[in-house]
């Protein structure tokens, strides 16, 4: 008769268990969700992040607090999110960097971006640009090359900083051409294109939407693009792939992310309502016109991305030798 006993309270404890797990889903959400950002704030990340925060706050009828937390290249602000507790009220942006260079470059992470984090959805993904001065004695991508390989280490590229995307498009061109250049690290992308531009460093892989207008305005002169095909806002410039280098391809791309455990019926709810998101034309407008390729799909498709960046960065910075200091 115990045993019955016993047996039928375990019984009844995991039922109500169950019960409230799926209550608190059928109902999710039904609080403010906290947005983490691995970036400061008035970063493309943050900007990006605060827009589609907007978006889904109207969607899942729920304030969305965005939280800046920069530092360490990414690192803090995704590991907050892999440690925050699985419950769809804590989310966060998934950036390039922390989600698939940082476990390679600096070799300590306190999370691991494939184990720790559950991927939502992609939200973009967009090409770097290859610019010099416009002064510059370099006109083509081959210039470049011959002038690197006559005089190894002493052509200069600028970068936001180490391990970006910025330095890695470097790095993969480097690879791939066969030549040395020097890297010069600056505390932000801006800084860097402002060198470059005073012609204090010979070139610089710069994302779309911060050199487009620079070179609309003849501050900088466009090169090659690093995506697979050339790009409505810039038509006369190549792609890498174009010019004899297919396996320089770098899109910088971005994606929410929850942590590990977090029930797949939020996952998808959340995936669903961003899904709707990228719809809105004004949205839509403001990422095609910075030159950046729509994301949306299924959590398995961000995973699959996420993963197969991560092999190929892996690579890259092992081959490069690529240290975070």
Known sequence: MRFIQKLSICVFSLSTTFSSIAFSQSTYPNKPINFIVPYGAGGSAD???????????VLLKQPIVVDNKPGAGGNIGTEFI??????????????FAPMAVNKTLFGNLRYDPEIDLSPIILIEKGP?????????????????????KAKPGVLTFSSGG????????AELFELNAGINMIHVPYKSGSA???????????????????????????????LAITSKKRS????????????GYPKVEVLNWQGLIAPKGTPKAIIDRLNAAANEALKDPALRELMLSQGNE?????????AALIKSESAKWSAVVRTANMKPE
């Open 294 to 302: 729509i994301g949306g799909g299924s959590p398995a498709e961000f």
């Open 82 to 95: 892999a440690r925050a507790a699985p419950d769809g009220y804590t989310i966060g942006m998934g950036n």
């Open 192 to 222: 860097a294109l402002t060198d470059l531009m005073a012609g204090n460093v010979d070139l610089m892989f710069d994302q779309m939407y911060s050199a487009v207008p620079s070179i609309k305005a003849d501050k900088i002169r466009p």
């Open 47 to 57: 900007s990006r992040s605060r827009q589609i925060a907007q978006k889904l706050s």
């Open 162 to 169: 180490i391990g970006g995307s910025h330095q890695l498009s």
């Open 232 to 243: 409505p806002l810039l038509p006369n410039v190549p792609s890498f792939a174009e010019l």
């Open 128 to 148: 770097l640009v290859l610019v010099v001065n416009p002064n510059s004695p370099y006109k083509t991508i081959n210039d470049i090359v011959a002038a690197a």
